[in-house]
Nanobody, 123 residues
């Protein structure tokens, strides 16, 4: 049974930081590109960051560059998203996703998804 379980979301003030985790099971983690997407109320789901199977290739959406850091631990089957300098417009539900072999930014190419974790940036 495939599971992706996000954690680490919450309420944070503008300029603050959060670290999201996505613990996975039920598939061979090291065979999958892992990514984070987010969806704000009334908006479409958007790409945040992706990391290749070995971690040697990483890509961020332009608005996240320099503020967010994606990483993975293949021994723990877990992917992380460190978010710094958070802004109110970062408020969204954040999802982790897994894509078999392909390195891609397209949501439809991802095979497995977590249930999401809410991040709210507000003073």
């Amino acid at each position: 049974q495939v599971q992706l379980v996000e954690s680490g979301g919450g309420l944070v003030r503008p300029g603050g930081s959060l670290r999201l985790s996505c613990a996975t099971s039920g598939f061979t983690f090291s065979y999958y590109t892992m990514a984070w997407f987010r969806q704000a109320p009334g908006k479409e789901r958007e790409f945040v960051a992706a990391i290749s199977r070995s971690g040697d290739t990483i890509h961020y959406a332009d608005s996240m560059k320099g503020r967010f850091t994606i990483s993975r631990d293949n021994a723990k089957n877990t992917v992380y998203l460190q978010m710094n300098s958070l802004k109110p417009e970062d408020t969204a539900v954040y999802y982790c996703a897994a894509s078999y072999l392909r390195f891609t930014y397209t949501a439809t190419a991802y095979d497995y998804w977590g249930q999401g974790t809410q991040v709210t940036v507000s003073s």
